[in-house]
Every structure is written in C-alpha cells, then in structure tokens.
C-alpha cells in the first residue's frame, strides 16, 4: 500500500474528533443536497484561482461570523445597522464568493443548505487551496435572524493586549491554545497601514517605535506605511510567503516581525510564547504537521461556536438578507 500523505493523515486524524459538535454532523446533506460541498469548493477554486489573497478573506468572514451570534451567517447580512458594518468589520472581503455559491446550490437544492455552512466550507476550502490542511468540516448550522453592529465589540481588536485576547477566546470557548492556533490564520492574512501604523511611529505616546519590532522589519514597514501615506494599503501579515499556509508566520512573531501588535504580543507573554516555539521550530515536516492538526482541530472547535440547529433560524434563500 503506498504511504499516507501528511495532508491525507490530517484529514483522517482530524475527521476522528469532528463529531460532537453539538448537532453539527459531517456529511449533513449527503442525503438532502450531495453535491454542496463539492459546488462550494469549485466556486472557492474559481474565485482564488483569479486572486489568491481571497482565501484569507474567506477564512476570516468565518472567524468574524462565529466571535458575533455564533457560526450563523449573521456578518453576511446587508443593512446600515447591520454586523458588516461595524467598524471591525469594515476591511471584511468574500461576501460575493459566499453569495456565489449560495445561488448556485439554491438552483440545485433550494431551501436546504444554510449561507452559515457554505461559509464554514468556504474557509476550509480556502486553507486547503493555500497548501494548508483540510479537515472534515461538520454541517448542519442554520442561518440566524439577528444581525446588529452593535454587538462586533466582541471581536478581537489589532492592539488587544494578551489579557483582553484571552478573555475575548475564552468568552468562546476557546483557550490559549485554540487563540494562539487560530491567530496563525494570518499565515494567509493582510491588514491596513491604519491597524498597526502607530507602533512605527508614536508607540504609546512616546514618539518612538514599538520597540518589540525588529529594526531591519521596522524600516522594511516604516518604507509600506509612510506617516502620512495610505491608511488602507495592504500589507502581508506574514512576510515571507503570504498566500501559503505554513509556520512562517510563528517564526515571524518569534523573530519580533510580526506586523499587528496583537499578534506580536503573543512572544511576550509566558504561556503563549511556549506554544509560538512550539509551531515556529520549522517551516514544514513534523512540527509543520502539527500545526495543521492542531488549526483544524482548533477550527472545528470554533465553528460549532452558538450553533443554531434542528428548528432554530432559518435557512436564507439569499445570504445577504432575511427570509
């Protein structure tokens, strides 16, 4: 027999702790709509194929949903007072990719598949299309019939320190493992000059430079984001190779080059800094193995956050409003 591929064990590793997430069960639509998984990841496909860096987007559309009512696709809700239009939420990317796919299984299976599944499936497809792991991704969420902006203050912000991080995670369900696991989806990340530009110039009031940042990284950040220069220019929250998902970006924090504070403050602290070494220790092979485990594991576990199943919600006809 030939040997397992790493990408095959992960799978398989990972398919072992999937169920148990409340109601949520893999392979939920074998029956009802078979083929949903299979159009939401040629859609994805086609999507990254024309722009790699929608993957990232899709990954955090998902992370966004799940921190705000729950995995319910109440972010892709349109509306003034609506989720998405919070200020966390403003730089949110993939809501066509989402509403691509819906409209393609309603032609095929109306009323069935909810947009909170086609999102978790969009993220895991995302990750895998970015050479990271796949995992079996438990379905069976149904789409929530609230969506406020006001309630986004929830979400992780750029210059949490690693305190009001562990409280947002743990708020969750989540502990320092699964936050430390999670925030290395910026392995595929960007963010705006505005997030992070303080730390380069007028770090807590001072004038001077966040001096936890590495100085050949400092010049490299301070030449993207001019003091005066465009707030919404994007930067790679891993500089070395931000459309693959690997550890790099562990290394980075280690080597005092990560770009947001948040991120950055996870070498800083005396139970995160063990876990960072732990994925930084190389770029592939056993320990890159590990983290792949580990982030699938980490986003079944997100992903059944404040579920809504059997007869709560709905099930949306389209993603962007209410039934």
């Excluded at 702790?17 to 639509?29: A, I, M």
């Excluded at 005066?228 to 930067?235: A, H, I, P, S, W």
Aim: with cysteine; aromatic share 6%; hydrophobic share 35%.
């Amino acid at each position: 027999m030939a040997p397992m591929s790493l990408l095959s064990l992960v799978v398989l590793l990972v398919s072992v702790s999937v169920e148990g997430q409340g109601r949520l069960k893999t392979g939920f639509y074998s029956s009802t709509c078979p083929k949903a998984e299979a159009i939401v990841r040629s859609t994805v496909e086609s999507h990254f194929n024309k722009d790699p860096t929608i993957a990232a987007g899709l990954l955090r559309l998902h992370f966004h949903d799940c921190f705000v009512q729950g995995c319910d696709g109440s972010v892709l809700i349109t509306g003034s007072s609506a989720e998405r239009n919070a200020l966390p939420n403003l730089g949110l990317r993939g809501f066509e990719v989402i509403d691509d796919a819906k409209a393609q299984v309603e032609a095929l299976c109306p009323g069935v598949v909810s947009c909170a599944d086609i999102l978790a499936l969009a993220a895991r497809d995302s990750v895998d299309l970015s050479k990271g792991p796949s995992w079996s991704a438990p379905t069976g969420r149904r789409d929530g019939r609230i969506s406020s902006s006001s309630e986004a203050s929830n979400l992780p912000s750029p210059a949490d320190s690693i305190a009001v991080q562990r409280q947002k995670f743990a708020a969750k369900g989540l502990n320092d493992k699964d936050m430390v696991t999670l925030i290395g989806g910026h392995t595929i990340g960007q963010t705006d000059c505005v997030f992070f530009r303080y730390r380069l110039y007028n770090f807590t009031a001072t004038g001077n430079a966040d001096p936890t940042i590495n100085p050949a990284f400092l010049a490299q950040l301070q030449s993207l984001c001019p003091p005066n220069g465009d707030g919404t220019k994007r930067v790679a929250l891993d500089k070395d190779s931000q459309t693959n998902f690997d550890v790099s970006f562990f290394k980075n924090v280690k080597n005092g080059n990560g770009v947001l504070e948040s991120d950055q403050r996870l070498w800083g602290d005396a139970t995160t800094q063990p876990i960072v070494q732990n994925y930084a220790g190389t770029i592939r092979g056993l320990l890159g193995l590990r983290f792949d485990l580990e982030f699938s594991k980490a986003m079944i576990k997100m992903s059944g956050i404040e579920v809504k199943t059997g007869s709560q919600g709905e099930i949306r006809k389209m993603c962007s409003k209410f039934n």
